[in-house]
């Protein structure tokens, strides 16, 4: 799980240059810039389509379950109902790729209908039990009343802005109107109003101005609110969200379980397996040569001995790696201060904490900070380290830093994601700042469990 620090550690390719950031950067502020941006035409766009899609959906809805809730009385009520709901479904994922396509609004699928049984009452009943089919009806419902407030205060506001904003243009084409000079504002029996004067063409023009400006950022906050209501009653619900999560992190259990039970059994087989066999094999040569040659048989025993020290010492560091008896023993004080012993630079240990956690989170503490001091030793070229562990709330956080090279990343499938991916497993996090030259302070985030009856 060693990460190289600096060569391996996702370094840029090309020097970043302050100037370059300059240069990409807009000279326009975002206030002036927002009327004329592709992202304000998109949601424009986004806005004006809803009130047609609105109409179909409301239509659709309110239609087929009106029929469905009429036949109830008869057979044909219910599966009249499902169709409906199913019908909601898929007009929920055309309104989440038109949310994705216009909104840059990325939305996961609801939780799938799952038919456990053939048939069309089996198939019936799915859809009615599931909240997804449940929660796209109401968005049927409820976007209609949104988009028709949406449509009309957008299309109000950039008739006005724009219509404003360019009267100048307007009175210089059509200086005349209706026989008068000007565009009339006001007028009833008795009295009219004209903007015909340059004072008032460019008092026109400035609210115009303002109008114009405005608009997009009021747009802005209307689609907010349809982000809203694609990603709470389209999207995946909290629950189906974090099963998916505990699929995935159960995965990640399943699978580091399984590589660790290969390295075990590679250890064993390539390490103290392989010396006890051959150790036999000079016992058993060492007892035919014990009546002929009484002193090479007690060399061979000597050299036996030697061997069985060097397998014992093996088998120590193997069950070290699988759970020290230390951290179970004396915590992780003990055991992180036995851990920085054997680091090739001087590791200062600080664990401040009132009672151990839960033995699980012990262990992977323990393991996370084995882990990176064992980079610190083989990449970080460091002349001191320190371990900080903490609680801070319902969480028990790690922190190893060293004065090194520095350039750690995540990326690329090293050893620091692979340490991520086993941290997420449980609800974990890993933070890594390491910029090009040091130093490297790397954060794990662990959720606490207190400790039970050991």
């Given at each position: 799980m060693?990460?190289?620090?600096?060569?391996?550690?996702?370094?840029?390719?090309?020097?970043?240059?302050?100037?370059n950031?300059?240069?990409?950067?807009?000279?326009?502020p975002?206030?002036?810039?927002?009327?004329?941006e592709g992202?304000?035409?998109?949601?424009?766009g986004?806005?004006?389509?809803?009130?047609?899609?609105?109409?179909l959906?409301?239509?659709y809805?309110?239609?087929?379950?009106?029929?469905?809730?009429?036949l109830l009385?008869?057979?044909l009520?219910?599966?009249?109902?499902?169709?409906a709901?199913?019908?909601?479904r898929g007009?929920?994922?055309?309104?989440r790729?038109?949310?994705r396509?216009l909104?840059g609004?990325e939305?996961?699928?609801?939780?799938?209908?799952r038919?456990k049984r053939?048939g069309?009452m089996?198939?019936?009943?799915?859809?009615l039990?599931?909240?997804?089919?449940?929660?796209?009806?109401?968005?049927a419902?409820?976007?209609?009343?949104?988009?028709?407030?949406?449509?009309?205060v957008?299309?109000t506001?950039?008739?006005?802005?724009?219509?404003l904003?360019t009267?100048p243009?307007w009175?210089?084409?059509f200086?005349?109107?209706?026989?008068r000079?000007?565009l009339?504002?006001?007028?009833?029996?008795?009295?009219?109003?004209?903007?015909?004067?340059?004072?008032?063409?460019t008092?026109?023009?400035?609210?115009g101005?303002?109008?114009?400006?405005?608009?997009?950022?009021?747009?802005?906050?209307?689609?907010t609110v349809?982000?809203?209501?694609?990603?709470?009653?389209?999207?995946?619900?909290r629950?189906?969200?974090?099963?998916?999560?505990l699929?995935?992190?159960?995965?990640?259990?399943?699978d580091?379980?399984a590589?660790?039970?290969?390295?075990?059994?590679?250890?064993?087989?390539?390490?103290?397996?392989?010396?006890?066999?051959a150790l036999a094999m000079?016992?058993?040569l060492?007892?035919?040569?014990?009546r002929?040659?009484?002193?090479?048989?007690a060399?061979?025993v000597?050299?036996a001995?030697?061997?069985?020290?060097t397998?014992?010492?093996?088998?120590?560091?193997?069950?070290?790696?699988?759970?020290?008896?230390?951290?179970?023993d004396?915590?992780?004080?003990?055991a992180?201060?036995?851990v920085?012993?054997?680091?090739?630079?001087?590791v200062q240990?600080?664990?401040?904490?009132?009672?151990r956690?839960a033995?699980a989170?012990?262990?992977?503490?323990?393991?996370?900070a084995?882990?990176?001091?064992?980079?610190?030793?083989k990449?970080?070229?460091?002349?001191?380290?320190?371990?900080?562990?903490?609680r801070t709330?319902?969480?028990?956080?790690?922190?190893?830093?060293?004065?090194?090279?520095?350039?750690?990343?995540?990326?690329?499938?090293?050893?620091?994601s692979?340490?991520?991916?086993?941290?997420?497993?449980?609800?974990?996090?890993?933070?890594v700042?390491?910029?090009?030259?040091g130093?490297?302070?790397?954060?794990?985030?662990?959720?606490?469990?207190?400790?039970?009856t050991?």
């Open positions: 060693a990460t190289e620090y600096g060569q391996g550690y996702g370094l840029p390719a090309e020097p970043c240059h302050p100037g950031a300059e240069r990409r950067r807009p000279r326009l975002a206030a002036l810039r927002a009327p004329v992202r304000t035409w998109r949601e424009l986004y806005v004006l389509l809803s009130l047609p899609m609105s109409i959906l409301f239509t809805a309110v239609t087929m379950v009106s029929l469905g809730a009429g009385v008869t057979f009520g219910v599966p009249v109902l499902a169709a709901l199913a019908g909601c007009l929920g994922s055309v309104e790729a038109r949310a396509g909104l609004l939305v996961g699928e609801p939780e799938p209908l038919v053939q069309v089996a198939w019936v009943g799915v859809v039990k599931s909240g997804a089919s449940w929660r796209s009806l109401l968005y419902v409820l976007q209609l009343p949104w988009a028709v407030l949406s449509f009309v957008t299309v506001l950039w008739s006005v802005g724009w219509s904003l009267y243009l009175f210089w084409v200086p005349m109107y209706g026989g000079d000007g009339q504002l006001y007028g009833d029996d008795r009295h009219r109003i004209y903007l015909d004067n340059p004072f008032e063409i008092v026109t023009a400035g609210v101005l303002l109008f114009t400006l405005a608009t997009p950022w009021i747009v802005r906050a209307l689609t349809d982000r809203v209501m694609v990603h709470g009653l389209l999207g995946p619900s629950l189906a969200t974090r099963v998916v999560e699929e995935s992190d159960r995965g990640v259990v399943v580091t379980a590589a660790d039970l290969r390295r075990i059994e590679r250890d064993l087989h390539d390490g103290a397996q392989a010396r006890l066999v000079d016992l058993g060492a007892k035919e040569k014990l002929e040659d009484p002193q090479v048989a060399q061979m000597d050299e001995h030697g061997e069985v020290k397998a014992l010492q093996e088998l120590r560091d193997l069950a070290r790696g699988i759970h020290p008896a230390v951290l179970t004396r915590g992780l004080d003990a992180l201060s036995s920085a012993s054997r680091c090739t630079v001087p240990v600080e664990v401040d904490l009132t009672e956690p033995p989170i012990e262990g992977i503490a323990y393991f996370t084995s882990e990176l001091l064992q980079n610190v030793s990449h970080s070229r460091a002349t001191w380290a320190a371990v900080e562990v903490w709330d319902n969480r028990l956080m790690l922190q190893v830093v060293d004065n090194g090279v520095g350039g750690a990343d995540t990326s690329g499938g090293s050893g620091l692979g340490l991520a991916e086993r941290l997420n497993s449980v609800d974990g996090i890993l933070v700042d390491s910029p090009a030259g130093p490297t302070r790397v954060t794990a985030e662990l959720p606490w469990r207190a400790e039970r050991r």
